[in-house]
């Protein structure tokens, strides 16, 4: 029987992991290898908190693009849910850790044994994967921290993000002080006179604000970032004519930034959200990415990534609302300089800033989170498997450093520049080759496309089962938005 083996079980492994079983005509094992975050759920909706909400509608949260309500009719099953209309539903953002409930449920339908049903069987390994050898033959032994091993005939890397940025003091440690938002720092939540600091403005800093709101907490946040911005807010899109070209592909960057800030412009004067353009282009955005010129995607990370994100990635209205509100009555503020470093002073954790103007500052606490995202340069990485991989040649990195070299179909790219044959990445490994790579919408597609065609490769395809999405397809089916 033929073997995969999946290094990552949150979204993307998993989903990669039901689309194999779903899809697959003959015998498969599919062996999916995690750790440190629970299965399924990941980093993102490993959250076991009610106030931590998805970014994104119901509507778009689908885990399959072959059916773009599956999302919304297995909310339609949860009582809390089922009597909502459908308008409504539609548009909530739903709790992420029911989202990760969703996704254990799909995972679950998937895990039964072989039988004439079933021929794909899912087996869980719940470890860290720490290296892998190839043979002559292709055949993949993977090495689990625990030093036992694995057998399989393809891998398919889906290990999200890189751990969070690690500061310049990398050896920092205070009990005031949290590496990771994802953590529980919560019983080291200081009184209201002390002040709680999070280095970052993005998305993690807002679960951050939700939970201490919860918690009642009445003391100061202070939020920062090198940029000082915080996510914007979903909005109700209008109808607002088409205004790229036919092959938006090709604009290159200056070009693009031009018809970007002219429809900006005109979409401010009649008072709405400038955010539509970035949502016009989003089922562009990869193609647009991977057709710039290496100096041209230095560039747009250089001056207009920060905005970008800031844009693209949006919170729900109402709690929008209650940051802005927290920032109008000073609970929460908004520092905006270079973080050059932390030092311990008694039971405080001092953060430093360098503004732009070139003042130092020093800004203190009781405790301080660290939400700075994931690390940005891949090649020091400090994950075992990647150390490995790296060393073995088996792997490089994409030419901005940000994540692994991935060719078409998601083959990774080897030291030479060979595509393999036996290893496979997806998810925001592929942050580099592709820009847009990080949320359900894109990571659905990848998920199944990435399983067809381990499929065809194993000669596995289902006759019943000959759906296919092309690269056109997809955007159609995941963008509808
Ligand atoms: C806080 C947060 C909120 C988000 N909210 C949304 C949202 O509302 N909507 C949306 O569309 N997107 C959201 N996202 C984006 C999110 O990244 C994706 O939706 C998706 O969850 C990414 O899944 P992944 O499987 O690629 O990565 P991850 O969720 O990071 O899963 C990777 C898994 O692989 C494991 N792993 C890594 N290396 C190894 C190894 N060597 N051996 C074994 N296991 C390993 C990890 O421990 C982890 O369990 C959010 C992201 C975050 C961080």
């Not at 809390?80 to 254990?104: F, K």
């Not at 003391?219 to 607002?240: C, D, K, T, V």
């Not at 990534?305 to 209205?317: F, P």
Request: charged letters at 25%; aromatic letters at 8%.
């Amino acid at each position: 029987m033929k073997k995969v083996a999946i290094i990552g079980g949150g979204f993307s492994g998993t989903m990669a992991a039901v689309n194999l079983a779903r899809l697959s005509s003959g015998p498969l094992c599919i062996q999916l290898i995690n750790d440190k975050y629970p299965l399924g759920r990941g980093v993102a909706y490993g959250t076991r908190r009610e106030e931590h909400l998805l970014n994104v509608a119901a509507r778009n949260m689908s885990a399959v693009p072959d059916h773009a309500n599956h999302f919304l009719d297995w909310l339609r099953t949860r009582v809390d849910y089922s009597d909502l209309p459908d308008p409504q539903l539609r548009e909530t953002y739903v709790p992420r850790r029911i989202y990760g409930d969703y996704l254990r449920s799909i995972l679950a339908t998937y895990m039964q044994p072989i039988d004439s049903h079933h021929p794909a069987e899912i087996q869980v390994i719940e470890q860290e994967a720490i290296d892998i050898e190839f043979n002559f033959e292709g055949t993949a032994e993977i090495s689990l921290k625990d030093g036992s091993t694995i057998e399989a005939d393809r891998v398919l890397l889906a290990t999200g993000n890189q751990p969070p940025c690690p500061l310049a003091e990398d050896a920092f440690t205070h009990h005031g002080y949290c590496a990771e938002p994802w953590t529980n720092w919560m019983e080291k939540i200081p009184g209201p006179a002390e002040n709680i600091i999070v280095m970052g403005t993005g998305l993690s800093m807002i679960d951050v604000f939700l939970t201490l709101s919860e918690q009642d907490w009445q003391g100061h946040l202070i939020a920062i970032s090198h940029n000082g911005m915080i996510p914007q807010a979903h909005f109700r899109g209008i109808e607002y004519p088409d205004f790229l070209p036919e092959e938006p592909e090709n604009l290159g960057l200056e070009h693009l930034v031009q018809l970007l800030e002219k429809h900006c412009r005109q979409l401010q004067r009649i008072g709405e959200n400038p955010g539509i353009v970035v949502d016009r282009l989003r089922p562009h955005t990869q193609k647009i990415w991977q057709k710039f010129e290496l100096a041209e995607k230095q560039e747009f990370l250089k001056r207009y990534a920060a905005r970008w994100n800031v844009i693209r990635h949006r919170i729900a209205q109402p709690i929008h609302q209650r940051v802005t509100e927290a920032i109008t009555e000073g609970r929460l503020s908004v520092v905006r300089g270079r973080i050059t470093g932390l030092e311990a002073d008694g039971d405080r954790v001092c953060v430093n800033v360098l503004n732009r103007a070139g003042d130092s500052q020093q800004v203190s606490g009781g405790l301080v989170i660290n939400c700075t995202g994931p690390k940005s340069g891949f090649s020091d990485t400090s994950v075992p498997l990647f150390q490995n991989l790296l060393q073995r040649g088996l792997i490089r990195p994409d030419e901005l450093d940000m994540g692994i070299d991935v060719g078409a179909d998601f083959a990774t790219i080897d030291a030479e520049g060979n595509p393999s044959e036996f290893l496979f990445a997806i998810g925001p490994l592929m942050k580099g080759t592709l820009w847009e790579t990080t949320a359900v919408p894109e990571l659905r597609g990848q998920a199944m496309r990435v399983a067809q065609l381990l499929l065809d490769d194993a000669d596995l395809v289902s006759p019943g089962h000959d759906y296919r999405i092309s690269v056109e397809e997809e955007h159609v089916i995941e963008y509808y938005i």
